[in-house]
C-alpha cells in the first residue's frame, strides 16, 4: 500500500503564491510518474502537472508560467504563484507506483487533498 500526504493548501489573495507538498510513503519500488490534478466545485477533476520518473513535465495550459511541479526522493511540490480566484479548487497527489523490481503495470493511489482558496 502506498500513502500521499498532502499540505501546504490555504487561502490566499490573487496574485499571490503557496507552495504544496505531496510525501509519498509504504511499500513500492520506484514512482512511475506523480503529479497533482484539481477539482473545484461543480467541475470535473483535472490534471494541473506532472513529473516522470526521467524528469520531464507536463502542465495544464491555464497554469503554465505559473506553477512549477518539482521532486526530491519521494516528496512532490507544487510551487503556485501568480495565483487567481479560477485556481480555487482540491488539489490532489497521484501518483502512479512500480510496485516491485519485476512488476510490469503500474498501481496508481491519490492523496486525501488539500483545499486552496484564491480570494479576488
Known amino acids: 500500500q502506498v500513502q500521499l500526504v498532502e499540505s501546504g493548501g490555504g487561502l490566499v489573495q490573487a496574485g499571490g503564491s503557496l507552495r504544496l507538498s505531496c510525501v509519498t510513503s509504504?511499500?513500492?519500488?520506484?514512482?512511475?510518474?506523480i503529479g497533482w490534478a484539481r477539482q473545484a466545485p461543480g467541475k470535473q477533476r483535472e490534471s494541473v502537472a506532472t513529473?516522470?520518473?526521467?524528469?520531464t513535465t507536463n502542465y495544464a495550459d491555464s497554469v503554465k508560467g505559473r506553477f512549477t511541479i518539482s521532486r526530491d526522493k519521494n516528496t512532490v511540490y507544487l510551487e503556485m504563484n501568480g495565483l487567481k480566484p479560477e485556481d480555487t479548487a482540491v488539489y490532489y497527489c497521484?501518483?502512479?507506483?512500480?510496485?516491485?523490481?519485476?512488476?510490469?503495470?503500474?498501481?496508481?493511489?491519490w492523496g486525501q487533498g488539500t483545499q486552496v482558496t484564491v480570494s479576488s
Open positions: 497521484n501518483g502512479n507506483f512500480k510496485m516491485t523490481a519485476i512488476s510490469r503495470a503500474g498501481n496508481e493511489y
Open positions: 509504504g511499500r513500492f519500488f520506484s514512482i512511475n510518474n
Open positions: 513529473t516522470t520518473s526521467g524528469g
